[in-house]
């Protein structure tokens, strides 16, 4: 009973402070201030922990730009990637520009039957002048696989908006008529043409917008819509004079690489390595 009363005594003093504690001026505003304080306190942490997520989330999305988005790429817009493995491959003979200096239009030429055939594409030897594996610069449907004894072996890829790709001088191809061929699979090895026996083991690669030739150099890491149609290059140059078109004795039809209107070589000299060094007078006037 005694420890009932002390307990008793006990809570009625506490209840009597808490009387007297309320009754002070300052008591409810400072309770309310310290209301505020929690209230504030949370909101705030709230606040902090939303923006350390949004870092996060921000950082990840960075991260992940750096990264190659996974998706199944078709021939719209797919770039035109290199026609062999870069670093050990190299163009050894350009591309004929008829707007070019007179240097490298003469380096351009293929030296043919005593006559000059205009490089309608670029050569790509190997740093070792052996064979290497040619493959696919786009996604295509093939047109054209077959051997021709002027040009090797040869290919012929078909693409959107007109464009084509052709791979000749090739000394076997893995490729068949209709077949669909995706960027970066293997076509052929490269081998030897009749037609530029000089240049020996190498590559013929062109791009052609509506069968007229292109320099491919120029649309490397470009699309198929960026090869936009043109009135000059190689063919164009040699239209007013098809006379000059070196005939395959084995095939049907003319070579791609057109020749201009050419003469003996036996007043000149010619390096397979940096193309033939002709005299002007033997270059068509459209020169």
Not at 223 to 230: E, M
Request: with cysteine.
């Amino acid at each position: 009973m005694t420890d009932n009363k002390d307990q008793k005594k006990t809570q009625e003093k506490e209840l009597s402070g808490l009387r007297k504690l309320a009754k002070r001026r300052w008591f409810y505003p400072a309770l309310y201030l310290c209301a505020a304080s929690l209230v504030l306190t949370g909101v705030l942490l709230f606040q902090m922990h939303g923006a350390d997520k949004a870092n996060q989330d921000q950082d990840q999305t960075v991260f992940n730009q750096d990264k190659a988005t996974p998706h199944v790429q078709n021939a719209g817009d797919e770039v035109f990637e290199w026609p062999a493995k870069k670093g050990v491959t190299e163009v050894i003979q350009p591309f004929y520009d008829p707007k070019a200096t007179e240097a490298d239009q003469q380096a351009a030429l293929v030296n043919y039957n005593n006559s000059y055939v205009q490089n309608t594409g670029i050569n790509i030897g190997a740093d070792d002048e052996k064979a290497f594996t040619v493959t696919a610069a786009m996604t295509g449907t093939v047109t054209e696989a077959t051997k021709d004894s002027t040009l090797g072996y040869k290919v012929t890829l078909k693409h959107k908006n007109g464009v084509e790709t052709m791979y000749q001088s090739l000394g076997s191809i893995d490729v068949a008529k209709g077949q669909e061929v995706a960027q970066g699979e293997k076509i052929g090895t490269a081998g030897n043409e009749a037609l530029n026996k000089a240049m020996g083991v190498h590559l013929h690669f062109e791009i052609r917008k509506n069968d007229v030739p292109v320099n491919p150099e120029h649309f490397m890491d470009k699309s198929a819509s960026d090869v936009k149609a043109v009135t000059v290059g190689a063919k164009a140059a040699n239209e007013s004079n098809p006379a000059s078109e070196v005939k395959d004795e084995g095939s049907s039809e003319a070579p791609k690489q057109e020749s201009d209107q050419g003469k003996s070589k036996s007043n000149t000299k010619s390096n397979p390595k940096e193309g033939s060094s002709i005299d002007n007078s033997s270059l068509d006037s459209e020169n």
